[in-house]
Structure formats: structure tokens, C-alpha cells
């Protein structure tokens, strides 16, 4: 599952730094509308699978979670092959639509694996996932760039993304076990979906951690459309203004690259809730002063730290949430986180577009450092101190 993540993340990520390029490619014009349309695709992705998230989580319970990794990755490799086949902005808007929708990789995985791996090694395993998805994200960019220097052609690139997402999906399919089954419901009639979903969300300890994952995901991705301008007024015209803001996510990865799967096996050793706590506030405290630093290698050792902590917090949240449910309730359960997160996802980026726009470069980083350290106190009061006291496989 870690080799299948690395390539589906690899896939997936092989086509996204060429999306404006792609709407230019379409006809799309002036400058103003192509940094309009690539803002509203990049969240209709990720609105889509919030909403549906849920649903492909339930039918994981029901039908295996396996199944359900295959279902997402044959869609997103038809989807990823209809955005190349785009003949207008609508039609791309429309493939984008359906991806998200139909998509749900990322739950149906961390389901699947957490229905095999044991409880106590559940951070660890999920750290691991974490590390497998951003040594993807690392890679795919470098190869979609010589893919389009290659064919000249940026839909060539989408095609490539379809191959690489079908293969994780023929992967799947022929080197994953799942002994998947059912649990019984006794002799009456078994509850609905909607009665199961309402059940888990009645824990005392799910509410909480779903906002936490969402407030993260939102101050992680407001910072994504400000960094390379923020960069480009630090360096002005410098020859090497694209390789600093390529440099300021690349360090920021290679971080979480490195933190993630120790991270998790130090959580499954000492408690998911104090890694997330010092998760949370070393994050903070690696946000805060990059609005104020005027170094540019300063600027990038404060994001290599935040990479370190944030890392850290959505496989671990991820670990503790699927610690507090049955196995058979799991892939309901990461259904929701991750319509928890793709929601933090959509409104990230726009939530750092509105703060940059109304407030300058450097609110963005005090806001959202500051947000940090105040989920420090949402996870203290909101989430009861005690670890799950079951030990579900």
C-alpha cells in the first residue's frame, strides 16, 4: 500500500503545476480570468470529495475497502484522461467536478490499512502512508515537467497521470490481500447508513478531532498562493526567484518526508494526543516569524520546520480517530476525516488569497500561526484527555 500510494500520489500530482498553463492552452485570456478559473478548479477538486467522501466511506464498510480503492483509482485515471481530452474550460471544469466526486482514494486506503495493520502500530503505518503520499507529490511535478518539455503538449501530461493512476489501480488489484468480512447484525434487520453515521458522530472525541483536521488543512494550504509572492517581494528581481519558491515548498516536503513515519511510531508509543499537541505547537512556532524574516535562507529554514511538525498531525489524528472505532465502522469513519480535510482543502487557499489581499503578505503567516496554537487549546478542552480504551485491530 505504501509502493501504491507513492504511484497514485505520484500520478495524481504529475498534472497539477500545469493547470494554468492548461487553461491558457484553452483559450483562456487575460492573465486575470486564468488565475481565476485555476483558483475555482483547484477547489471544485476538493469540494466534490468533501461531499462525497462520506458515501464512498459507507460503501467501504459494506462491499471492502479494497474494492473501493480500485473504484477510486479507475475513475480518477478515466477523469485525469477526460481533462485531457478537454476541448473548453467547462468541459475541464466538468472532469475536475467528477474527480473529486468519484474520487475517494485517500480514505478507502487509510481504511484498507487500518483493518489489516495492528492497533498499536496504526501511527506508524499511517505516518509511513503520509511519507509514501509527499514522496510522490515531490516527484510527480519533475517528471509532468518532462512529459510537457518532451510532447510540447500539455494534455499529453494528463494522459500520463491516466497511465500512472491505472497502474496504481492493476497494482491493487493483483498484490493487495484484504480478507474482508462483514460483521454480523444478529437476526434483525441491519441498521441503516444513516443511523450508523449519526452513531459515530455521537462520539465525544470525533467532533473535535474533525475540526482539528479541517483547521489544519486550512491554515496548511492559505499559505500556498502567498509563499511564491511573498518570496518574489523578499528577493525582487532575482535571477533565481522561481528556484527560492520551488525551494520554499520543496524544503517544507522534504521535512514532512522525513518526521512523518517517526512521528507516528513515536504516537503509537506515547500517545496520539501529546504528538498532536506538540505537533500543533512547533508548527506554530515555525509559522509565526516568517513574517517577519528578510533572509531568504532564514525563510527557508522556517518552513523545513514547519514540514518537521505538520507533518506529524494528519497521520496521527488519523491513527487516534480510527483507534476510537471497530474495524468494520473505519471506512465510515475516514470517510468523514477526509471530507474534513478536503473541505480545510477548499477553503485554505482562499482563506490566504483574502487574508493577503485585504491585510498584506505577512497576516497571512501570523493569522494562521497564530490559528495553530490556538487548536493547541481547541485539542486540550475539546477532546477528552483519555486514549481510546479499547484495543481495536
Known amino acids: 500500500m505504501v509502493a501504491i500510494q507513492t504511484i497514485s500520489a505520484c500520478a495524481f500530482s504529475i498534472s497539477l503545476p500545469f493547470l494554468p498553463l492548461f487553461i491558457q492552452q484553452l483559450g483562456v485570456h487575460p492573465l486575470s480570468r486564468v488565475e481565476q478559473w485555476a483558483g475555482i478548479l483547484g477547489s471544485i477538486n476538493f469540494i466534490g470529495a468533501a461531499v462525497?467522501?462520506?458515501?464512498?466511506?459507507?460503501?467501504?464498510?459494506?462491499?471492502?475497502?479494497?474494492?473501493?480503492?480500485?473504484?477510486?483509482?479507475?475513475?480518477?485515471?478515466?477523469?485525469?484522461?477526460?481533462?485531457?481530452?478537454?476541448?473548453?474550460?467547462?468541459?475541464?471544469?466538468?472532469?475536475?467536478?467528477?474527480m473529486g466526486m468519484f474520487g475517494g482514494f485517500s480514505s478507502a486506503a487509510t481504511a484498507l490499512l487500518a483493518g489489516v495493520v495492528p492497533g498499536?502500530?496504526?501511527g506508524f503505518a499511517l505516518g509511513w502512508m503520509a511519507t509514501a503520499q509527499q514522496t510522490g507529490i515531490m516527484i510527480g511535478p519533475v517528471i509532468g515537467g518532462f512529459i510537457a518539455d518532451r510532447a510540447h503538449d500539455y494534455r499529453a501530461v494528463y494522459f500520463w497521470s491516466a497511465a500512472g493512476i491505472a497502474l496504481a489501480a492493476l497494482i491493487t488489484v493483483f498484490f493487495v490481500r484484504e480478507n474482508f468480512e462483514r460483521k454480523p447484525h444478529g437476526t434483525g434487520k441491519p441498521p441503516s447508513s444513516r443511523r450508523q453515521l449519526l452513531e459515530i458522530l455521537r462520539h465525544p472525541e470525533l467532533a473535535p478531532l474533525l475540526i482539528m483536521l479541517m483547521l489544519t488543512q486550512v491554515t496548511a494550504l492559505a499559505l500556498a498562493p502567498v509563499v511564491p509572492l511573498f518570496i518574489q517581494d523578499m528577493v525582487g528581481a532575482s535571477p533565481y526567484l522561481a528556484t527560492f519558491a520551488g525551494a520554499a515548498f520543496a524544503v517544507m516536503g522534504i521535512g514532512d518526508l522525513v518526521a512523518s513515519p517517526w512521528l507516528g511510531k513515536r504516537s503509537d508509543e506515547i500517545g496520539y494526543r501529546r504528538i498532536v499537541l506538540i505537533c500543533l505547537i512547533g508548527a506554530g512556532a515555525f509559522t509565526i516569524p516568517q513574517a517577519f524574516v528578510h533572509n531568504i535562507w532564514a525563510f527557508l529554514a522556517l518552513r523545513f520546520g514547519v514540514g518537521l511538525f505538520i507533518g506529524g498531525i494528519i497521520p496521527t489524528a488519523n491513527a487516534w480517530i480510527g483507534r476510537l472505532f471497530p474495524v468494520e465502522k473505519r471506512g465510515m469513519v475516514y470517510g468523514l476525516?477526509?471530507?474534513?480535510?478536503?473541505?480545510?482543502?477548499?477553503?485554505?487557499?482562499?482563506?490566504?488569497?483574502?487574508?493577503a489581499a485585504t491585510l498584506g503578505f505577512s497576516s497571512v503567516f501570523l493569522i494562521t500561526g497564530s490559528l495553530m496554537l490556538a487548536s493547541v487549546f481547541w485539542v486540550i478542552f475539546g477532546v477528552r484527555p483519555a486514549e481510546p480504551t479499547r484495543d481495536w485491530r
Open 337 to 355: 476525516s477526509y471530507s474534513a480535510s478536503f473541505g480545510g482543502m477548499a477553503v485554505g487557499p482562499l482563506f490566504g488569497g483574502f487574508l
Open 52 to 98: 462525497c467522501a462520506p458515501i464512498w466511506g459507507t460503501l467501504a464498510d459494506r462491499f471492502g475497502r479494497k474494492s473501493m480503492v480500485v473504484r477510486s483509482s479507475v475513475f480518477g485515471a478515466i477523469t485525469s484522461a477526460l481533462m485531457g481530452l478537454s476541448g473548453n474550460i467547462w468541459q475541464l471544469s466538468g472532469a475536475r467536478a467528477l
Open 120 to 122: 498499536s502500530s496504526l
